[in-house]
């Protein structure tokens, strides 16, 4: 094919960026400048030093109101657990401005002001930016110009982002710290009616739960911000109270339903491999929770392992039979993705002297992803170790992550082991949180390879690792309490 002389690929250039001009002035866009586009600046501006402890105290009152009219009598808690939320959002969100500028939240953020001042400036076109999915084929021919300069337009669960930033910098003045407290304002109620929920399932674990939903550090600090994160942990939560609502309550079932979709659809568009690793491991706590009722142990166990074959003779007929290529295609492009991140994020790491770490080679195969099962689970839950972390902010990492560690070894210890496995097996509730541990912690931690990644990627399977863990807790303490009361 003949090279095309540059005098050519000038008047190419001219003429399609004449195209995007005219495009920009016909849909009557904003003419953004190089600094709006800009990602890498400092976004956070003077006024908001105004803006913050106005809007603080606004929404801890209304949000207070809202609990005490539902009757909540946890207050002091929920103060406690809402300025944790706003802390963590305002330290993150000024991390990544002043501390290392640039990274996903302002990304995020620039974009969502950007559609945000589209939609003030043509609403029209602003709502059709609203209802693009994020896709390549989502886009329309006349919206390509526009989302030319964004930073993630594309793929679709970086836009979802980008729209839910853009809606709610409606309500405070495009303030990037306003925003991130919004953000965390709508993730602490998702995050206290799972804590309600979970209390009202065992209430003998009152008084640990706060420590598993709220008191965790990187829960306060990456489940708060602008980010994908903060969305994944609050759908995460609420799609576990519409499934208990549904199956074990039976309460306004359509409305649960509704609600509970609608969270699988965001678990879904941003992080499908949570979805994936909490559907499967959830659904085997609903079908065992129906054979505990029966006091007969070895009738318990011959149910849930008839329950268990079952499942596993259905999903094998599942991909062999009904959808082999649909849903084989699905997993391995789960596998694909998680890979190629992983690899591209230890990558990055490794370039600039970051905290990577090695789990050995990792192919995107099912039995690969089965290999590295232990070391991507002791990853994902117990590391970066004390001596690992090169970073200032990479110590709080390593001291949360110890803690956890001795926390599972108090446990395995005073649960005698053999009691730790036991109730495993035995409680159908303890079995799912086992299970999407274990599966949860597989796909991060072969996607992470980075230990900065790492700790946010983590942060949905924390809540139910510890919830299993002071659960075991507690039933062994019982069990203990009962064998050494006396005869009466």
């Given at each position: ?13 001219c ?11 016909f ?23 105004l ?48 501390y290392?500028?640039g ?14 001042s ?24 006349s ?8 930073r ?6 970086t836009?979802?982002v ?19 407290m919004?953000?965390a ?5 998702c ?15 009152k ?21 994908k ?13 519409s ?26 568009v941003?992080?499908?491999?949570i979805?994936l690793?909490?559907?499967?491991s ?9 054979v ?8 318990q ?14 999903f ?9 290529d ?15 991140t ?6 990055v ?16 195969t ?11 689970v ?7 170790y004390?001596?690992?972390?090169r ?15 001795l ?19 035995s ?6 949180c ?14 992470s390879?980075?230990f ?17 863990l002071f ?17 009466q």
């Open positions: 094919m003949p090279e095309i002389p540059h005098i050519e690929i000038c008047i190419i250039r003429k399609k960026q004449s195209y995007y001009i005219c495009q920009m002035v849909l009557n866009i904003p003419n953004f400048t190089a600094h709006d586009y800009d990602f890498q600046r400092n976004m956070l501006e003077y006024y908001e030093i803006l913050v402890p106005i809007y603080w105290f606004i929404l801890t009152k209304i949000t207070i109101r809202i609990l005490e009219k539902r009757g909540d009598t946890e207050i002091a808690l929920a103060k406690k657990g809402l300025h944790l939320k706003f802390i963590g959002a305002v330290v993150g969100t000024a991390l990544f401005n002043l290392y500028p990274g996903d939240t302002t990304d995020y953020y620039n974009d969502g002001r950007l559609l945000n589209i939609f003030l400036h043509d609403p029209i076109v602003g709502l059709k930016m609203f209802w693009a999915g994020g896709n390549e084929d989502s886009w329309s021919e919206l390509r110009p526009i989302i030319e300069n964004f993630f337009a594309i793929p679709a669960n836009w979802l980008c729209k839910f930033a853009a809606f709610l910098e409606f309500f405070c003045f495009r303030s990037m710290l306003v925003t991130t919004l953000f304002n709508i993730s602490f109620f995050l206290w009616r799972f804590y309600k929920k979970i209390n009202e399932i065992f209430p003998q674990i008084k640990y739960t706060p420590w598993a939903i709220f008191y965790v550090p990187s829960l306060v600090l990456w489940g708060s911000g602008i980010l994160d903060t969305i994944c942990i609050s759908a995460l939560a609420i799609l576990f109270v499934i208990h609502q549904i199956f074990f309550k039976k309460e306004k079932g359509f409305k649960w339903l509704i609600i509970g979709l609608y969270c699988g659809y965001l678990l879904a941003i992080k499908s491999y979805l690793s909490f559907g499967g959830i659904m085997i706590w609903v079908m065992f929770s129906f505990e009722g029966n006091k007969n142990l070895f009738i166990l011959f149910a849930k392992m008839v329950i268990s074959i079952v499942l596993l003779i259905v094998i007929i599942g991909i062999s039979k009904v959808g082999a649909i849903i084989q295609s699905q997993i391995e492009d789960i596998l694909i993705q998680s890979t190629m992983g690899q591209y994020l230890k990558w790491s490794e370039k600039n002297d970051g905290s990577a770490y090695d789990i050995g080679t990792v192919d995107a099912i039995g690969s992803f089965v290999s590295k099962t232990p070391a991507a002791n990853v994902t839950l117990f590391r970066p004390l001596w690992e972390s970073k200032p902010i990479m110590l709080f990492s390593a001291l949360e992550s110890t803690a956890i560690l926390l599972f070894l108090y446990v395995l210890f005073k649960s005698r082991i053999y009691k730790f496995f036991t109730l495993i097996i409680n159908s509730f303890i079995t799912f086992f299970i999407y541990t274990v599966i949860f912690g597989t796909f991060v931690g072969i996607s390879f980075n900065g990644t790492l700790v946010r990627y983590k942060i949905p399977c924390l809540p139910f690792f510890l919830i299993m659960l075991i807790l507690t039933e062994s303490k019982k069990k203990r309490s009962l064998i050494s009361q006396p005869a």
